[in-house]
């Protein structure tokens, strides 16, 4: 997981999730072996989201305005490349 940049001074909100059991087994064990707990492991997963769900706000609110679909979603496609290529360089160059 990546590490949470979140400051004393940051707004922490709160929000209530219920899983199916398949879900909830499969966060409990992978928080088991991150050797974290359930509410972190899964804080983390959704922050890490963040930067996915903005781009899926955009491209959904581009279409909504108009925009040729085919392009908006090629955006899509792109930039999301773009992130797993920086998140992949990141973790190569923490590694070194």
């Keep these: 997981m990546s590490d949470n940049n979140i400051s004393s001074n940051s707004k922490r909100n709160k929000i209530v999730v219920h899983l199916n059991d398949d879900t909830h087994q499969a966060i409990k064990k992978w928080a088991h072996y991150q050797g974290t707990t359930m509410p972190?492991?899964?804080?983390?997963?959704?922050?890490?989201?963040?930067?996915?769900?903005?781009?899926?706000i955009e491209t959904y609110e581009e279409i909504m305005s108009g925009?040729?679909?085919?392009k908006a979603l090629?955006?899509?496609?792109?930039?999301?490349?773009?992130?797993?290529?920086?998140?992949?360089?990141?973790d190569d160059n923490i590694e070194k």
């Design 40 to 56: 972190k492991l899964a804080q983390s997963l959704l922050e890490d989201m963040n930067p996915l769900l903005e781009q899926l």
């Design 74 to 90: 090629n955006k899509l496609l792109a930039k999301g490349l773009t992130l797993a290529a920086e998140s992949l360089t990141k």
């Design 67 to 70: 925009e040729n679909k085919e």
